[in-house]
């Protein structure tokens, strides 16, 4: 009997188990087809007949079954309704392996395993008795393809639905793409590039099995029962203390029963690692880093991969990385760190906080003027001016043509924060709002790097003071690294610029990458893990989203 290539013969799917045997349980005791027993040119004319129904009736069961999805029916509807995994060919026995293979190490990415349903897949194909079903099977892998792949490439959750300060821009793959894609190509191969390629989300990968591991384990053991301790302490709760950082990997097994010199080392390095003011006193918010659960690091972990996923873009070679829950901005040089500071963000308060986004470097500003933000003169300033038309006499008044306004010619009474008619900026000087530079990456919410002359809140340990642009602690070290691609003598320059007291702008020959994050898990390449406190409460957020999606912390046998 004669096969319509690609399609299945009626035999074929009666007899489905035994085609479907490299992907899916055997079943037993298939009914065979029975045919009248003809010969020659009657028996091709009818195996003909029977090829061209069953033709018509599997692409008429996959245009219902696909029918209720939009993108999907297109597809199918471009490509004939030819099969893309249930066909009786090699290319869809690999592609049918390869797939299955995949959802079923969903959870190695911290996937929604059971939105997949490796097994259910399995099963419907295993359970093929007719055309119909046979249609149904197919449709199902291909929505199960496409649901992985878009988890898997740009992330499970829409970011701005999860909280209104991610920015970010996913961009979700269109069907015809991610079909045609695995039609034309290896298997193994398409499905494995869908993850992230960072060196990040490989590292993180790597921590998620290690604290997978940890959680079966037992964790860390007993959490240390006291508010705070110091060296030279003794008692039970310095050899829990000790206990802990011996589990952890920060003290060699030691049989030490005092907050010694080796403890207060180890109690140092665990603060470098957790973003802390590394003082070696195991003080309450050290407390609290040393007896967070290893589960919650996992938490943070699958949260971290999940907005790997959301940096659909490569960083670039050359990036400059500010992570908010850090408190710190990096200059990234081929995913080696060049120059790093303190920064200060924006304050934990509704309209404050800094966005997340990502965009790119194009001038920096010298001696620049502060052109006071409608939301703070509206918030901050005209309710002072109201008051005392003299307040802040650092700021001056502009109309709407540039010239400067006296203020005794503005009734300030009689505008609010909607109509006020004039613009209010401070000029360039040391005790500008901004410093003596600013770094612009210009975007619709008004963010940017910038010097500040409040420099004792770098000394802090929690930085969230700013109306959410961000302020560097050594912005002159961070420009001079910056003009360093196209300056002989960057400080140099910098600073004849400066001299003239006067607003400059200095255009970047090659503009830069700027990625505003949010991570309280990041790698650290050849050391521990970093951990950071949850600042502004948006890691909780997102996980709360990714188990309402069906992520689960799992484990290293998931």
């Not at 590039?193 to 079966?216: G, I, T």
Request: with cysteine; proline share 6%.
């Amino acid at each position: 009997m004669s096969m319509v290539p690609g399609l299945w013969s009626m035999g074929a799917v009666l007899c489905v188990a035994g085609t479907l045997a490299a992907t899916a349980p055997r079943a037993e005791g298939t009914p065979a087809l029975l045919v009248p027993a003809v010969s020659g040119a009657l028996a091709d004319a009818m195996a003909e007949a029977q090829a061209r129904a069953m033709e018509t009736a599997f692409r008429q069961a996959v245009a219902e079954a696909a029918a209720p999805d939009r993108a999907l029916a297109e597809y199918y509807r471009e490509t004939g309704y030819a099969p893309l995994w249930t066909g009786e060919g090699e290319a869809d026995r690999a592609r049918r392996a390869a797939l299955l293979r995949a959802l079923g190490e969903a959870a190695v990415h911290g996937l929604p395993v059971a939105r997949y349903d490796a097994p259910g897949l399995m099963a419907r194909l295993g359970d093929v008795r007719s055309v119909q079903a046979l249609a149904g099977a197919e449709v199902a892998l291909s929505r199960a393809y496409l649901d992985y792949a878009r988890d898997l490439q740009s992330g499970i959750v829409i970011p701005s639905r999860v909280d209104g300060d991610i920015k970010r821009e996913v961009v979700r793959r269109e069907a015809s793409d991610l079909l045609a894609e695995l039609r034309g190509g290896e298997p193994r191969a398409v499905l494995r590039a869908l993850a992230p390629k960072s060196n990040e989300y490989r590292r993180l990968q790597k921590e998620k099995l290690k604290l997978e591991r940890l959680v079966a384990g037992g964790g860390w053991g007993a959490p240390v029962s006291a508010q705070g301790l110091k060296p030279g302490a003794t008692g039970p709760a310095v050899i829990a203390l000790r206990n802990r950082l011996v589990a952890m990997g920060y003290l060699a097994r030691s049989a030490a029963a005092s907050y010694d010199d080796t403890i207060q080392a180890a109690v140092q390095a665990f603060q470098g690692d957790h973003g802390l003011e590394p003082d070696g006193v195991a003080g309450p918010s050290t407390m609290a880093a040393l007896n967070t659960t290893p589960e919650d690091r996992l938490r943070s972990v699958i949260v971290a991969m999940e907005r790997e996923r959301w940096l659909t873009d490569a960083r670039g070679a050359r990036h400059i990385l500010v992570n908010l829950a850090d408190f710190s901005a990096r200059i990234i040089d081929d995913d080696r760190i060049t120059f790093e500071t303190r920064a200060v963000i924006g304050k934990n308060t509704n309209d404050r906080r800094s966005p997340e986004f990502s965009d790119e470097m194009e001038h920096l500003v010298i001696n620049p003027t502060w052109h006071v933000p409608r939301s703070i003169m509206a918030r901050d300033y005209l309710p002072r001016l109201q008051a005392n038309r003299n307040a802040a006499s650092y700021l001056k008044i502009y109309d709407s043509r540039g010239r400067e306004v006296p203020r005794g010619a503005v009734n300030f009474n009689a505008y609010n924060g909607r109509n006020f008619p004039f613009a209010i900026k401070q000029p360039p000087s040391d005790s500008n709002a901004l410093g003596l530079v600013k770094f612009m990456f210009p975007n619709k919410w008004n963010i940017y790097l910038h010097d500040t002359p409040q420099k004792e809140l770098f000394q802090l340990e929690k930085r969230d003071f700013s109306s959410g642009c961000i302020r560097l602690q050594q912005p002159f070290d961070f420009a001079y690294e910056i003009l360093s691609r196209q300056e002989a003598d960057p400080k140099a320059f910098f600073h004849s610029v400066l001299a003239t007291k006067r607003e400059t702008y200095v255009q970047l020959e090659e503009h830069v990458p700027v990625h505003l994050i949010y991570r309280t898990a990041v790698t650290n390449p050849g050391g521990k893990m970093q951990y950071r406190g949850d600042v502004y409460g948006r890691d909780a957020r997102i996980w709360e989203a990714l188990e309402r999606a069906g992520v689960t912390l799992g484990g290293p046998n998931t």
